[in-house]
């Protein structure tokens, strides 16, 4: 079983940066991939950032040169560095981690909210 808890969210103007954390229980070794996703009301929740622990990451091209996903692997910790905020990216933001092995689980934090106004 693995717990996330989330941080970092708020109320930003269009523009401004944010920098979401999520605290991993387990060790970021012992996870197949770690994640942010986002869902906007009203839409289906979607990938935003993954990255591996020996630090290959992918990004939706909505946010590609906006935003970096990194990991502090001393601190069980994966970030996401949000950066050029636009209103679009409104959301709750949920951090997430696949687990090794099959068959393959899931995690989910709880979310945060992350709100740009315009």
């Known amino acids: 079983q693995v717990q996330l808890v989330e941080s970092g969210g708020g109320l930003v103007q269009a523009g401004g940066s944010l920098r979401l954390s999520c605290a991993a229980s387990v060790s970021i070794f012992s996870i197949n991939h770690m994640g942010w996703y986002r869902q906007a009301p009203g839409k289906q929740r979607e990938l935003v950032a993954r990255?591996?622990?020996?630090?290959?990451?992918n990004y939706d091209d909505s946010v590609k040169g906006r935003f970096t996903i990194s990991t502090d692997n001393a601190k069980n910790t994966v970030y996401l560095q949000m950066n050029s905020l636009k209103p679009e990216d409104t959301a709750v933001y949920y951090c997430?981690?696949?687990?090794?092995?099959?068959?393959?689980?899931?995690?989910w934090g709880r979310g945060t909210q992350v709100t740009v106004s315009s």
């Open positions: 997430s981690a696949r687990s090794l092995g099959v068959p393959t689980v899931e995690y």
């Open positions: 990255i591996t622990p020996g630090g290959f990451a």
